[in-house]
């Protein structure tokens, strides 16, 4: 079911979409597609990424609509692990075939990863021409998935909706992390589960040896998950400590891409890779970090 974004209130079909009654706003919907984002709500800092993310999927060339397989196999196999591992934590007793919302969802390229695993899958992102990838990747493998456009911090479901909630990469693209997260752990029965860039604070060593992004291509400044806010996500969840784990992630162009589906090269730089990560993780350290909480 879908309800407002911003009061949860149930809708009700009108000839220009479906209306809050509470709010009255009218939310459209595009080819069959609800447009759950309105523009007399949405803060600058969205409305800013919104526009950002857009532009950029517009021009999205085809080979990156259907992401990793774009990137050279090294990477591709650390992408795919990561989200694997992730997902091997978020199984439920509850149900045969569980439910997840991959919010932030991009082209979708974990909504695949999870209907592989057998889970019943919905996808939204606040980007339109996002979606229109998903749409064609979709399309273009054979399957279909319910989505709809919608700012991850007003998400319009009601409360308990899925089994579990999902953001890869897209937290750190809000004004607000912690929100963001409060409010997955808001439609989700069981797991929220993340993927987000991470931050050792001032003191960060990976960004000053150029190995962590400090922007991105729709902002100067990207909100990267730090132990604070990580700690401050997991109290919204109303958990002393979810599961957390640390990685280390070569940014694009770096020997990652240029050498990585070269058998011998890739081999030698996954394991070199997984020895710094361990290493790094001992301290603290890392670029990238998945977080997994119960919320039941
Ligand atoms: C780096 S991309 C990641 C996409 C995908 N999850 C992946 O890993 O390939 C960040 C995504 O977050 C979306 N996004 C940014 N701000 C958002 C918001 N407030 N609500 C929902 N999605 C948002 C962008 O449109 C974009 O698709
Ligand atoms: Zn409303």
Redesign the pocket.
């Known amino acids: 079911m879908i309800v407002c974004p911003l009061c949860h209130a149930r809708l009700t079909d009108s000839p220009r979409g479906l209306r809050c009654p509470a709010c009255d706003i009218v939310y459209s919907l595009t080819a069959g597609v609800p447009q759950m984002?309105d523009e007399s709500w949405l803060d600058e800092a969205?409305s800013h990424?919104?526009a950002a993310?857009?532009k950029?999927?517009a021009g999205l060339p085809d080979k990156a609509v259907f992401?990793?397989a774009y990137h050279s196999c090294y990477r591709r196999s650390r992408?795919y692990q990561r989200l694997e591992h992730l997902i091997a934590q978020l199984q439920c007793d509850t149900a045969d075939r569980p439910s997840v919302h991959?919010?932030?969802?991009?082209?979708?390229?974990?909504v695949e990863v999870f209907l592989q695993a057998g889970w019943h899958v919905s996808a939204?992102?606040?980007?339109v021409?996002?979606l229109h990838g998903l749409s064609k990747r979709s399309a273009t493998r054979g399957y279909q998935v319910p989505y709809l456009q919608?700012?991850?911090?007003?998400l319009p479901f009601p409360a308990d909706s899925f089994d579990v909630a999902v953001?890869?990469?897209?937290?750190?693209?809000?004004?607000d992390p912690v929100r963001?997260f409060a409010e997955l752990v808001r439609i989700a029965r069981h797991h929220v589960a993340v993927?987000e860039p991470y931050t050792t604070g001032p003191l960060n060593l990976l960004a000053w040896l150029g190995l962590a992004h400090r922007a991105?291509?729709?902002q100067r400044q990207p909100h990267r998950l730090t132990a604070s806010s990580v700690s401050q996500m997991l109290s919204v969840a109303g958990v002393a400590s979810g599961s957390t784990r640390l990685y280390l992630d070569l940014p694009p162009g770096l020997l990652a891409d240029i050498v990585g589906d070269r058998p011998i090269p890739a081999a030698l730089m996954g394991v070199s890779n997984r020895a710094a990560e361990w290493l790094l993780r001992i301290v603290g350290v890392g670029n990238k970090i998945a977080l997994v909480a119960a919320v039941d």
């Open positions: 984002v969205t990424e919104k993310q857009d950029h999927f992401k990793p992408i991959v919010a932030c969802c991009g082209t979708g390229y974990e939204s992102d606040l980007s021409q996002a919608a700012d991850v911090l007003h953001v890869v990469e897209g937290l750190h693209h809000t004004p963001g993927i991105e291509y729709s």
